[in-house]
């Protein structure tokens, strides 16, 4: 059974930092794409930032230079680094790994910025 499990979240004051993990269970990581998304309250939930096999980064306009997204194949784990965390970043973050037709998803790990 696949398993992505996130890591790293919590409590951080605005202007903070914080360095989300995922550890992946699966058998060939280094093929999939992996995935950051994050979903507020009443919100749908958006793509923050993408890793290809290769090491192709994607991130929204909006977010460029405050997160970066890297990955360690040997350790099949995904990171999220984030800085200048503002208020308006508080959500859950779910961790996503995707090959062809296959999905899955982590159970989400929430972040908070707030004094």
């Known amino acids: 059974q696949v398993q992505l499990v996130e890591s790293g979240g919590g409590l951080v004051q605005p202007g903070g930092s914080l360095r989300l993990s995922c550890a992946a269970s699966l058998d060939h990581f280094s093929p999939y794409t992996m995935g950051w998304y994050r979903q507020a309250p009443g919100k749908q939930r958006e793509l923050v930032a993408s890793?290809?096999?290769?090491?192709?980064?994607d991130y929204p306009d909006s977010l460029k230079g405050e997160f970066t997204i890297s990955r360690d194949n040997a350790k099949n784990t995904v990171y999220l680094q984030m800085i200048s965390l503002k208020p308006e970043d508080t959500a859950v973050y779910y961790c996503?790994?995707?090959?062809?037709?296959?999905?899955?998803w982590g159970q989400g790990t929430q972040v908070t910025v707030s004094s």
């Open positions: 996503h790994a995707k090959l062809s037709f296959l999905s899955y």
């Open positions: 890793i290809t096999p290769g090491g192709t980064t």
